[in-house]
T-cell receptor, first 115, second 113 residues
Framework: DGGITQSPKYLFRKEGQNVTLSCEQN?????MYWYRQDPGQGLRLIYY???????QKGDIAEGYSVSREKKESFPLTVTSAQKNPTAFYLC??????????????FGPGTRLTVT | EDQVTQSPEALRLQEGESSSLNCSYT??????LFWYRQDPGKGPEFLFT???AGEEKEKERLKATLTKKESFLHITAPKPEDSATYLC??????????????FGTGTLLAVQP
């Protein structure tokens, strides 16, 4: 089955600790994305990568970092510099430059709680 | 600046009571409008892509339509299992040739038996 996996589903951390959220896809997609979802707000783009070894900041990149060393993987690190890290984090991928379809497919999400 | 607005914020229907959700947008060159369904605590599920005014797509009880300023998601004879948040997103020319999507805040649909 092709799809996107995110782990863990729930994550709890103490304030001041960095935490890394995993995202893996086996859809052979070039592009991958990280979003944050808060109650009452639309999905907000944190970082995106259109190709391996390249990534760009989205609208709310401060306090986050990413890497894209493999096509299948796009981990997100929430650093201690992120002021309000508690949120639902969603990873997505799309065919990107491969084809003409631009819809994004989402993983199941990771709910991060920082206390 | 590109913007997507969805209405209503929440909608409660009786089973079988058809209705429509609205997604209005202002973008600098629409390059796709996307509808997603999101269940509580889960990632959004892709439903439709529309590219040009007049285009329509259907899937079971759902039909999406597109004009130059807005899109509608029509729900015909809904069932309780259609209850979810429906998200609209657009892809535009803003910021160059990227695949970035701009999302609305969604419509929370509740269908009562």
């Amino acid at each position: 089955d092709g799809g996107i996996t995110q782990s863990p589903k729930y994550l709890f951390r103490k304030e001041g600790q960095n935490v890394t959220l995993s995202c893996e896809q086996n859809l052979n997609h070039d592009a991958m994305y990280w979003y944050r979802q808060d109650p009452g707000q639309g999905l907000r783009l944190i970082y995106y990568s259109q190709i391996v070894n390249d990534f760009q900041k989205g609208d709310i990149a401060e306090g986050y970092s990413v890497s894209r060393e493999k096509k299948e993987s796009f981990p997100l690190t929430v650093t201690s510099a992120q002021k309000n890290p508690t949120a639902f984090y969603l990873c997505a991928s799309s065919a990107g430059r491969q084809g003409t379809s631009y819809e994004q497919y989402f993983g199941p999400g990771t709910r991060l709680t920082v206390t | 600046e590109d913007q997507v607005t969805q209405s209503p914020e929440a909608l409660r229907l009786q089973e079988g009571e058809s209705s429509s959700l609205n997604c209005s947008y202002t973008v600098s060159g629409l390059r796709g409008l996307f509808w997603y369904r999101q269940d509580p605590g889960k990632g959004p599920e892709f439903l439709f892509t529309l590219y040009s005014a007049g285009e329509e797509k259907e899937k079971e009880r759902l039909k999406a339509t597109l004009t130059k300023k807005e899109s509608f998601l029509h729900i015909t004879a809904p069932k309780p299992e259609d209850s979810a948040t429906y998200l609209c997103a657009v892809r535009s020319n803003y910021g160059g040739a990227t695949n970035k999507l701009i999302f609305g805040t969604g419509t929370l649909l509740a269908v009562q038996p």
